[in-house]
């Protein structure tokens, strides 16, 4: 069992699991932070982006200001953005038969997988990660097309060039993997094909291994996996919490008895607790608007968003902004809002009782109806004629780069009236403002990341109790900024097994049991003989019939009786030889009473020696030794067949035949 | 007892003694013991006996194989109990063989009766009533009920097993209180019998190698040195202290809580703390017992007014480990010349401080809990290691929110344990607060104050941390010391200010109300102390806490508009109000927040900010506040008329409290006014009474207080009274004759008071004059509603009688309740 890993990202995983004869690619999430090395894409004109001046070599070479823009201090690539992609060199991808996802921010890399690397097999996905999933790659590749940027930059990336930049750009791995975004019609190619699946559903892959996805708790439709055959289990955790939010509670108890663990999804800010920061987002935002700023918070269009507008629904009356309208930007804000209310199984209890009442579950309906919040698909149209300040803004994209927060972020950067609050955990909120500096607006950083964290793992961990743990290294060691907290890293018995990118782990365990079927009229004609108490012995002569990896014992063929030469011969090619088999021995000697019965048999001078094994007994007359142990037994004689035949008749005499 | 009682009573022993009558429920069995406990401490048991036969009866009732409810029996146990109490009472019903047959062995124990533990339990405190003079000892002895109160030390019942042995260390008591008294050389084996058997199931169990059995010794032990003081008590110490010195010696130590107790209270008794052996034993305890369980016995060690110094210092050194580890782990140099200096992290406490987060958290929660004890006693331990205790208490908050640099691998287990722990916080910075009493060097106040800082700051703190992080703030905030020949706030504090009110300011807007509640509490109290100061006024209002504190009377939550209701009134006392200042509108503000106030006093559906807003108003009168001195008659008119329609009994029993300062001022009540309040105009101080009545009148005082005087809330009603008999003493001697008695005025007032009364609402009465008013006042009984008030509002329900009446009713023997039985 081996698995290969093919992102190094912690919670953009995409690992490949070789087990039985099945390869399962669990998850395929697409590290995006990679974006933080390109320049914002404006959606209006903006001449302070347009007017950067070009990145210059030391010497005063300029050839790469074209591709390069420098602003305070830092250098962007002047380019599309492009994203890191999981390895595509360390498997044939072809080869794999299933990909599971385990919520919808861990599939964007799906079209690159299937869309170009010959993978013809079958996709497994809750529907609302589908759904939602589809609305994030969806806006994605709207925010990108929807500013279409003539230049392409690669001159940047050859090798020996890129040693020659400024960091963050010359310690960016892998660039030359980096790819520009998928289009709508590779989106949805990739999409057709995933299956649906609900939780606890037991998909069979190929009669050999099961799998079925848990509740994770994270988000809405998000699953850990459980990959399992008649004797191994394999649990795959990703991005789950146990936190009372908007999704369906963590299933817990289906983890139990795990051979291996897979852990991957944890909070990426584990010393930022949840509620705080949402008290922290709240009062940051009522502080804001009070003083007549606007308040930016870059965000995806599912998720989190859910939970601060349910948030705020309570909050705003109590702060005294219900006047303030929130704007929700994005081109598929409408979609995401919706879709929101109507996966209603996929909810927590709370959220699934307010269906039958009935009610919209989530309370931003309300907002919605009360005008308190309005969407909009982009800042052109509608949005222009009705947008009044002080006001909140969500909209994406968190990393800055591309979506309607770019044009937020020159419009209110000046002034210090305004806070942009960053919640999304994905991107270091330092990076994504470089390309804004100088910068005049507050910006605080709430991070809300409601995934486990490691006192919670390790209560799982106590709880499920799992063989083997795998997880990727940084979670096996402190956070580099904290190095002197061993509490945040993953701390079990025995201790985790750690990967990285591009790194093959075989798997701690051997696969030692292969369940198999008997046929009825063979079992039938077993007869069982009790060799101990409960215990009773029967030997099968039968033919092993192999087939979707099922395995079944099938009567062995009668004797085919004596016809014509040519039938019997063809029967005789499709059907495996019976030999007659020798009997099977079992049970043990009882050494005085095998000396006793030797001596009767006219044996003399026996001595018997005890070894750390067993005996030996020594008949030094006829320089013969019978070593006894506790699974064999040999006489050892020279070459005396006819004494060897009469010992080990008296030998088989103690033991039962079968 | 009366008469009517004497009646009923045959009428209860007969439903109490027979079997077939369902019992009243157990409260009223327990005011039935109540009353006949009074009783017979009142007189005599054998006169009452004598008078009402129909007792002993009941007693004998009981004796007789019937099925009797355990509670009954129970009851009749501890009756009996009551009465024989008195000797000649005990004499009486000895003759009638009636004690053995209760407490002997021809009573309940050992019969099926006995399986209930509330038999059992009534069994012993009838005992424990009856043992109170030496014809009981000698009974005891003869019906051999010592044993089976050994036995029940075991008890599987809580009660009964702790009451076993209370009675035990009574009866030892008892009996050593004839002989040993004035004989202090008494040798034990020249006690009496029942002590001699007591002392010798003593030394037995304490030999014993089952730990509860140990348990019930210490326990009676501590009860008995703990209550009685007498020599004897020296001689029994002689006896079993070596026996209780040689628990020391296994290994676990067994009973380690209760050996605690028993040597304290040991070491507290005047008899016994001169034995240098005694010392010893502690200091060998102290030495055995874990971390855990030796916090408690230094920290009574050193509360100890007498003890050797050696002891102190042993025990103070067991208080301080714990914190000495943390400091250690931190790598912080305990500081000179602090006393921590000498203790090094013994390996046990770490070991302790490491095997969990629960123990590390209960170990640290305690040590910190008993120096705060510790800290404000005379006798606590000079010098006082103020230094190390801010620095240790600094390192774990530091530790709780992960900030703490640990510099071995202890220090990093103790982050993993430490990080994020609500409970190890809470307790940390009460600490830090009782520290606050005493200064420390600057550079740890800085700490202090930056880790205080920290905490109010963090996202990731919990409301309940946040409350105590402000107490905290407030309290060192208090001790700061003023700069040296000025009175306003020394630099740091001011710096401290600046960076804290931001601060405020966000938690301000928490969506967590416990924590917007918290802010205000602190910022009212912080106001209340530095209102005047320059440097405090000029930071507050240079920041937007006071428009938020505002803005916080509309609070959904009524604690958090309540708490804004009391912050709004202090800043606006101390002419702090967001915009007071502003030149254009002098006041224009002002008014608009009495305006606010009288809005929420009238509006407000919760209690709480009604209840806040009268205070503040009290107060605001109190101190001549300018809005109220503009116009004082129409302020307090305002707020009587909201007030006396309040459904809330403390709002209107606040407005009383405000009528009596407005009286008090119109009055000319001396000292009634804040000295540096502004004094009411010097026309009414000299205006005779006549024309102050007037005012009264014109501010309705006297309808909202005669309504009040007949308020369902008894409260009211006393406060009410009180009022109106201080008014007439000041009134009545001032005014001339009758001349307004019987005038139509009177009458109709008098007839309105009759209405209320009654209960009736009533038209109100319209406007009143001062002669009218005192007429009323002349004729009314006040003197004897007040006495009427005085009373309990269910005195008479709770009578005997009434008591009776209703166990009796209970089982329908009154006959009353017959018709709704079918």
Known sequence: MKLYCLSGHPTLPCNVLKFKSTTVMLDCGLDMTSTLNFLPLPLVQSPRLSNLPGWSLKDGNAFLDKELKECSGHVFVDSVPEFCLPETELIDLSTVDVILISNYHCMMALPYITEHTGFTGMVYATEPTVQIGRLLMEELVNFIERVPKAQSASLWKNKDIQRLLPSPLKDAVEVSTWRRCYTMQEVNSALSKIQLVGYSQKIELFGAVQVTPLSSGYALGSSNWIIQSHYEKVSYVSGSSLLTTHPQPMDQASLKNSDVLILTGLTQIPTANPDGMVGEFCSNLALTVRNGGNVLVPCYPSGVIYDLLECLYQYIDSAGLSNIPFYFISPVANSSLEFSQIFAEWLCHNKQTKVYLPEPPFPHAELIQTNKLKHYPSIHGDFSNDFRQPCVVFTGHPSLRFGDVVHFMELWGKSSLNTVIFTEPDFSYLEALAPYQPLAMKCIYCPIDTRLNFIQVSKLLKEVQPLHVVCPEQYTQPPPAQSHRMDLMIDCQPPAMSYRRAEVLALPFKRRYEKIEIMPELADSLVPMEIKPGISLATVSAVLHTKDNKHVLQPPPRPAPPTSGKKRKRASDDIPDCQVLKPLLSGSIPVEQFVQTLEKHGFSDIKVEDTAKGHIVLLQEAETLIQIEEDSTHIICDNDEMLRVRLRDLVLKFLQKF | ?822
């Open chain 2, 1 to 822: 007892m009366d008469p009517e009682c004497s009646r009923l009573l045959p009428a209860l022993c007969t439903v109490l003694a027979d079997p077939r009558q369902p019992v009243a429920d157990d409260t009223c069995l327990e005011k039935l013991l109540d009353w006949f406990k009074t009783i017979s401490e009142a007189g005599s048991s054998l006169l009452l006996l004598q008078e009402n036969p129909c007792l002993v009866e009941l007693l004998f009732q009981v004796l007789r194989p019937q099925d009797l409810s355990a509670r009954v029996l129970s009851f009749s146990l501890r009756l009996a109990g009551i009465f024989a109490a008195q000797e000649d009472c005990f004499q009486y019903l000895q003759q009638g063989e009636l004690l053995p047959g209760l407490f002997g062995e021809a009573g309940p124990v050992g019969q099926a009766a006995w399986t209930a533990p509330t038999v059992r339990s009534g069994w012993i405190q009838g005992l424990r009533s009856l043992v109170q003079h030496p014809s009981a000892l000698h009974f005891l002895a003869d019906c051999g009920a010592l044993d089976t109160v050994f036995s029940l030390q075991g008890d599987s019942s809580l009660f009964v097993a702790s009451a076993a042995g209370q009675l035990l260390a009574h009866i030892l008591g008892l009996s050593m209180r004839g002989p040993a008294e004035g004989l202090p050389s008494l040798q034990a084996p020249d006690w009496p019998a029942c002590a001699q058997k007591i002392v010798g199931h003593l030394e037995e169990s304490l030999r014993s190698t089952a730990p509860p059995q140990v348990t019930q010794a210490l326990n009676v032990l501590t009860t008995t040195f703990g209550h009685c003081h007498s020599p004897w008590t020296r001689v029994l110490w002689e006896r079993l202290g070596p026996l209780v010195a040689c628990l020391l010696e296994e290994d676990p130590l067994p009973a380690a809580h209760s050996l605690v107790d028993l040597l304290l209270s040991v070491a507290r008794s005047p008899v016994l703390s001169s034995d240098c052996g005694l010392w010893e034993t502690l200091a060998q305890t102290l030495r055995h017992l874990s971390p855990t369980q030796a916090g408690p016995l230094a920290l009574g060690i050193l509360k100890l007014q007498d003890c050797p110094q050696a002891l102190r210092a042993q025990a103070f050194g067991v208080l301080l480990q714990p914190l000495a580890c943390v400091l250690k782990a931190a790598d912080q140099a305990p500081g000179p010349p602090g006393l921590l200096e000498g203790i090094t992290g013994d390996s046990v406490t770490v070991d302790t401080l490491l095997s969990s987060k629960s123990a590390c958290a209960g170990l640290l929660c305690r040590t910190l809990a008993h120096l705060e004890l510790l800290q404000p006693l005379p006798q606590r331990p000079s010098p006082w290691p103020q230094a190390p205790l801010l620095g240790a208490a600094v390192t774990i908050l530091r530790f709780c929110n992960g900030s703490a640099a640990p510099a071995s691998d202890v220090g990093g287990r103790l982050c993993a344990l430490l990080a994020g722990c609500v409970r190890v916080q809470r307790a940390a910075l009460d600490f830090l607060g009782t520290l606050s009493q005493e200064t420390g060097p600057q550079e740890l106040v800085t700490q202090v104050f930056s880790v205080l800082l920290e905490h109010l700051r963090s996202p990731d703190s919990s409301a309940t941390v946040l409350k105590k992080a402000f107490q905290a703030t407030l309290r060192w905030l208090l001790s700061s010391p003023k700069t040296p020949g000025c009175c306003d706030l020394d630099p740091h504090t001011q710096l401290f200010l600046r960076e804290l009110l931001p601060v405020v300011q966000k938690r301000l807007c928490s969506p967590c109300w416990e924590v917007r509640d918290s802010g205000l509490e602190f910022l009212t109290q912080v106001t209340r102390h530095w209102g005047g100061q320059a440097g405090f006024r000029h930071v507050l209002l240079t920041s937007e806490v006071p428009e938020l504190a505002e803005q916080l009377l509309r609070d959904p939550e009524s604690y958090v508009r309540a708490s804004a209701v009391t912050a709004m009134g202090q800043l606006s006392s101390q002419g702090l109000h967001a915009t007071a200042a502003s030149p254009e509108h002098p006041g224009g503000q002002q008014k608009s927040l009495l305006v606010e106030l009288l809005r929420i006093l009238s509006e407000d559906s919760e209690g709480f900010p009604r209840r806040a807003v009268m205070q503040v108003f009290t107060q605001w009168l109190r101190d001549g506040h300018a809005d109220v001195t503009e116009d004082t008659e129409r302020f307090v008119a305002r707020v009587l008329q909201a007030a006396s329609r309040d459904l809330d009994w403390e709002v209107r029993a606040q407005g009383l409290e405000l009528a009596l300062v407005f009286l008090a001022q119109t009055l000319g009540q001396p000292g009634s006014h804040c000295p540096y309040a502004v004094a009411p105009p010097q026309a009414t101080l000299r205006s005779p009474p006549a024309q102050a009545l007037q005012a009264l009148c014109r501010v309705r005082l006297f309808e909202f207080a005669f309504r009040a005087l007949f308020d369902c809330d008894r409260p009211v009603a006393q406060k009410s009274c009180d009022l109106l008999l201080f008014l007439r003493a000041r009134t009545v001697p001032h005014s001339g004759p009758q001349e307004a008695g019987g005038s139509p005025d009177v009458v109709s007032v008098e007839a309105a008071l009759q209405r209320w009364r009654a209960g009736e609402q009533g038209p109100p009465l319209g406007d009143l004059e001062p002669e009218t008013v005192l007429a009323v006042l002349r004729s009314m009984d006040l003197e004897g509603l007040r006495g009427a008030l005085a009373e309990s509002s269910d005195h008479v329900e709770e009578s005997p009688q009434s008591l009776l009446q209703d166990v009796l009713a209970a089982v329908g023997v009154l006959g009353e309740n017959q018709a709704d039985c079918y």
